[in-house]
T-cell receptor
């Protein structure tokens, strides 16, 4: 089955700096890669996703890049703000799979 | 107005008891899920239902039994609760496997 590894487990940045979270996956058949943000006491919320036919996707201050050859994908947050502080999860899904496989999460803290 | 709702939000109970968590979605989705999030924040899928049919049943003790009375509801019943069952349980729904919408979670504490 799919295995997703996520790094780092914790990340602290100064407000205004950029943050990068990286994930690797094992199943070369995976073709959908979402990112979720989980704020304290809430459920995960989908913030951006990318499909395997695209190398990069951007939405305002967040972007995701995908390297299919190396089987890794990354979340980039620019101009970080305190409200970006949360746990971020990457996930992967193979086309035939009926479930998402999640990474272990990254606790992002944006320091004012 | 809430897309995916769960009740209760907090559940404190003693070992050996039986409890249920309810989930409802008003998004018109045909697939619903139960996830368990442990103290280290790791998210693991437990069950998935599509159009009231069980399609995913991960390695979960058979003390856990999902029930889907209709497409909008997926309940989780847990028998003979154990200390290790303490976790946050999330319900989610989606139109396809992708773009899953999560509920607010139910924090279960077994004492």
């Amino acid at each position: 089955g799919e295995n997703v590894e996520q790094h780092p487990s914790t990340l602290s940045v100064q407000e205004g700096d950029s943050a990068v979270i990286k994930c690797t996956y094992s199943d070369s058949a995976s073709n959908y890669f979402p990112w979720y943000k989980q704020e304290l006491g809430k459920g995960p919320q989908l913030i951006i996703d990318i499909r395997s036919n695209v190398g990069e996707k951007k939405d305002q201050r967040i972007a995701v890049t995908l390297n299919k050859t190396a089987k890794h994908f990354s979340l980039h947050i620019t101009e970080t703000q305190p409200e970006d502080s949360a746990v971020y999860f990457c996930a992967a899904q193979a086309g035939s799979a009926r479930q998402l496989t999640f990474g272990s999460g990254t606790q992002l803290t944006v320091l004012p | 107005d809430t897309a995916v709702s769960q009740t209760p939000k907090y559940l404190v109970t003693q070992m050996g008891n039986d409890k249920s968590i309810k989930c409802e979605q008003n998004l018109g989705h045909d697939t619903m899920y139960w996830y368990k999030q442990d103290s280290k924040k790791f998210l693991k899928i437990m069950f998935s239902y599509n159009n009231k049919e069980l399609i995913i049943n991960e390695t979960v003790p058979n003390r856990f039994s999902p029930k889907s009375p209709d497409k909008a509801h997926l309940n989780l019943h847990i028998n003979s609760l154990e200390l290790g069952d303490s976790a946050v349980y999330f319900c989610a729904s989606s139109h396809t496997i992708r773009e899953q919408y999560f509920g607010p979670g139910t924090r279960l504490t077994v004492t």
